[in-house]
């Protein structure tokens, strides 16, 4: 099985798994990139039994609404009972970067309002350790040059996506070659740089459930490990 298959896979895990749980007033968090897209495809087909989704990006809202899936806005939710959403890594306990695809805001505020977090990935993105994927986070604008330096200080090399703008208005600075040996402290210490909106570290709301797609074709259910 290739990549695209096992995203496929796991996609469709992902629906078997929330299917049942659908209902009048279930509200489902929709994540943001390609195994999130094949998910949205694959829970089109149940679209009757959904109440509402809120989506974590524009590109996800035009996706469902394509599908005639009601899409409502987070302020107008009581509650989010799941949220299903890809990643770029995730470790044995479940923490995650995430924001390849420019959506970490929106996507942290998401999964931090829902009941369970249920991310969907394939196997290449299980790791030991998080960070040989460059670190997203999204800045203001006027702090680029400022929150890179802070950047540099703490041991990182920021690198400025070109021609990207997310769907607030910010510029994303991809952090390579940083070691996160303790997630929960360097999600902290970056979300304290003032200018930062948000780093793609979900470490301090890590997922509650991962499944994982093999080449073989099994998709695995992970929690998280008890250290
Ligand atoms: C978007 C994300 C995605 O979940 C992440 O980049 C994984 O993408 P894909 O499912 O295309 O591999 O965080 O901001």
Redesign the pocket.
């Known amino acids: 099985m290739n990549q695209q298959m096992m995203?496929q896979a796991v996609a469709n895990a992902a629906t078997e798994f929330l299917v049942p749980h659908l209902g009048e007033n279930v509200t489902i968090g929709i994540?943001?990139?390609?195994?999130?897209n094949f998910f949205i495809d694959a829970l089109a087909e149940h679209k009757n039994k959904i109440a509402a989704t809120v989506a974590s990006s524009i590109a996800t809202e035009e996706r469902l609404r394509a599908h005639e899936i009601t899409v409502i806005d987070l302020n107008e939710a009581t509650h989010i009972d799941f949220y299903i959403?890809?990643?770029?890594e995730a470790n044995h306990q479940l923490q995650l970067i995430?924001?390849?695809?420019?959506?970490?805001t929106r996507?942290k505020i998401v999964a931090s309002a829902a009941k369970e977090f249920v991310c969907i990935a394939d196997e290449s993105k299980l790791v030991d350790q998080l960070g040989a994927f460059p670190l997203p986070i999204e800045v203001i604008p006027m702090a680029a040059r400022y929150v890179s330096r802070e950047i540099v200080e703490l041991g990182g090399k920021p690198i400025l996506r070109a021609n990207v703008m997310t769907d607030n208005g910010n510029i994303i600075l991809d952090i390579n070659d940083f070691t996160i040996s303790n997630p929960n402290e360097t999600e902290t210490m970056l979300n304290m740089i003032p200018g930062v909106v948000t780093n793609g570290l979900f470490s301090l709301r890590p997922a509650d459930k991962l499944f994982l797609g093999s080449a073989s074709g099994r998709v695995k259910e992970l929690r998280i490990k008890s250290e």
């Open positions: 995203k994540g943001t990139g390609s195994t999130a959403d890809g990643a770029d995430k924001g390849g695809g420019g959506a970490l996507e």
